[in-house]
């Protein structure tokens, strides 16, 4: 239905929906409303006068992070980048108010509803969908409008760099050739069987190689602690809800369930009387028995529905007014509403369907909700006593004793760590932060999310350290023996291909045939291989050229025996449209350095 409505996007339902969207995001920006008068004046960096606030940076942190864009233990190495990549976003939208780029909140609302990822199965814009990815991602619906508008300009400005990169034919023709190139060529193995006598590794070496390689045995800092975690899902999982409760709870669920209607419109114009007496007219045909589909097509004005019978699909309250709203959600399946005023044009509306599971399949679902709703008092009580208490006691364990909450402890950890409770955002930088690690002090209650709060102590410490020669024997020679079997390797394969070189002959070589090898083509031959066998000078007079290449666990010998010319095709068409690609990126990345060379850029 939607689709529909974007291809006919003055009809009157495309102006609802993008009013329904302008209130929407004026609704939720109270909350962008409020950051900007509590956001911290720490700025981590300033461009051409323009501040980037340490709070933006971690709002953009904790987004990739709840998006599984980036790993909870890759969140320090993260920050630096996302820094990075705020600066040179800034640089651009500058250049682009510069160059006087805009884009109106119409061409913002049109480019969200047309959002694949905001549409149902039937490509219609779902508002639950909307706000929930909005929701998952971090993002309220006004600043993903910002950000959406930012992005937007941004990608027009390098589209038009991009678009004037070009390149010329025979720059096209002469990558292609070498695109198209085949190598013929066979190879040979090492391993350490080849090697005259199995490698050792004395003490000594084993000495010299921990010593210069003191970074491969460090251990963290790390610390035990002890936490309490109070869980609402847990004290919702008992008690009773008598069956009275949950069907209350269906019918207020029922009744404000999405519905599938549809509907006969006429525009009132100037003329008032004669839209209602036209849909008063519809209305008696209804009334004694004709179709509702039937009268849409002769009576409706909305010309996007009304040869589909009048059908909107499938809303939700909040989409086409409050007027509108009202009737509709007044009606059960099967039921026509009085005349609708909506102001512009007058409406018969039908309810096809609620978009509503039966009682007896949401049955569990209710029992859920409605043990969490009881308990939702008692978790707020606790949580609140878990703040007090954990604030003023001098240990964990008798705030877990009043509280009636196990006190669990930790083996050794580190602030980088798979376990999936430590590793939420906030844990181990409150286990690591001076007041718990150096003072030893409770954590302050710490909301994993809207069900979850955290107290946690450390109980021990110990220092980042480099771990004796003793404790990590095993490891060090392992990586030793694979260095040193390594080098003899490297050693044996250039004392064969110097032999080869010379004229000579190999004994009990094993060599392997590999014919017609292209770059993009899929083979199993290891990708190190391949590479090394593209580097290898052409062959003269019949002559192989050798070389070598590192495999895992081996080497290999190359004799690169033939070069050849597959046939153009589809890869041509692609290396042109690569190679205009390059020169685009080439474009762009240009631009960015041309912008951060002339800016005032500042790291704080």
Do not use: C
């Amino acid at each position: 239905m939607l689709q529909r409505i974007r291809d006919r996007s003055h009809g009157w339902v495309a102006k609802t929906i993008v009013g329904f969207i302008v209130v929407t995001f004026a609704f939720f920006g109270v909350e962008s409303i409020i950051g900007a008068f509590t956001a911290s004046s720490d700025d981590v960096a300033t461009v051409n006068g323009d501040t980037i606030s340490r709070q933006a940076v971690e709002t953009e942190v904790q987004r990739a992070i709840r998006s599984g864009q980036v790993a909870p233990e890759q969140e320090r190495e993260a920050r630096n980048q996302i820094i990075n990549q705020m600066i040179d976003s800034r640089l651009l939208d500058q250049y682009a108010e510069e160059g006087g780029l805009h884009m109106s909140d119409a061409q913002l609302d049109q480019l969200i509803v047309s959002i694949p990822d905001f549409q149902d199965d039937k490509g219609r814009f779902d508002a639950d969908l909307f706000r929930n990815r909005l929701a998952s991602a971090g993002y309220s619906p006004t600043s993903f409008r910002q950000q959406l508008s930012s992005d937007t300009l941004r990608q027009q400005l390098t589209d038009g760099f991009a678009a004037s990169a070009f390149v010329l034919p025979g720059e096209e023709e002469r990558l292609s050739q070498l695109q198209r190139q085949t190598r013929t060529f066979r190879y040979a193995t090492l391993s350490s069987a080849d090697l005259d006598a199995p490698v050792t590794v004395s003490e000594d070496e084993l000495k010299a190689w921990y010593d210069s390689h003191q970074d491969n045995y460090r251990r963290p800092a790390q610390v035990k602690l002890a936490y309490v975690l109070l869980d609402q899902n847990e004290l919702a999982s008992g008690g009773d809800i008598s069956e009275d409760t949950l069907k209350a709870e269906y019918a207020a669920k029922r009744a404000d369930a999405p519905r599938e209607i549809a509907h006969i419109m006429v525009e009132k114009g100037d003329d008032d009387a004669a839209a209602r007496a036209k849909l008063e007219g519809a209305r008696d045909a209804l009334a004694n028995g004709e179709d509702f589909a039937k009268v849409a097509a002769e009576v409706s004005e909305d010309s996007s529905t009304a040869e589909d019978g009048g059908e909107l699909g499938v809303i939700t309250r909040g989409i086409f007014g409050e007027d509108f709203d009202d009737a509709a959600f007044a009606l059960d399946e099967g039921q026509v509403s009085d005349i609708v005023d909506t102001g512009d044009s007058l409406h018969l509306i039908k309810v096809t369907g609620l978009d509503i599971a039966p009682f007896e399949d949401m049955r569990d679902e209710l029992l859920t909700q409605a043990r969490q709703a009881a308990s939702r008092d008692t978790f707020n009580e606790k949580a609140q006593q878990l703040k007090d208490e954990s604030f003023a006691a001098d240990d964990l364990a008798s705030v877990a004793e009043d509280l009636d909450l196990p006190l669990k402890k930790t083996d050794w950890v580190a602030q980088e760590n798979d376990d999936e409770l430590l590793s939420e955002p906030g844990v181990m930088a409150a286990a690591f932060g001076d007041e718990v690690l150096e003072e030893g002090y409770n954590s302050d209650v710490i909301e994993l999310d809207d069900s979850r709060r955290l107290v946690l102590r450390v109980l021990e410490q110990r220092p980042a350290t480099t771990l004796a020669l003793d404790e990590v024997k095993q490891q060090v020679q392992r990586e030793a023996k694979a260095d040193k079997t390594a080098k003899a390797l490297e050693a044996l394969a250039e004392k064969r291909l110097e032999t080869l070189r010379q004229g000579g002959s190999l004994e009990g070589i094993d060599w392997q045939q590999a014919d017609d090898v292209s770059r993009q083509a899929s083979t199993q031959l290891p990708q190190s291989l391949v590479k090394q066998a593209f580097t290898l000078a052409h062959p003269q007079d019949g002559q192989p050229v050798y070389g070598k290449a590192s495999l895992s666990g081996g080497i290999a010998l190359i004799a690169l025996t033939e070069i050849g010319e597959a046939k153009p095709g589809e890869m041509d068409q692609f290396l042109s449209r690569l190679a205009t690609r390059l020169r685009a990126q080439a474009a762009v990345t240009g631009l960015q350095e041309s912008l951060r060379e002339r800016a005032e850029i500042e790291r704080n």
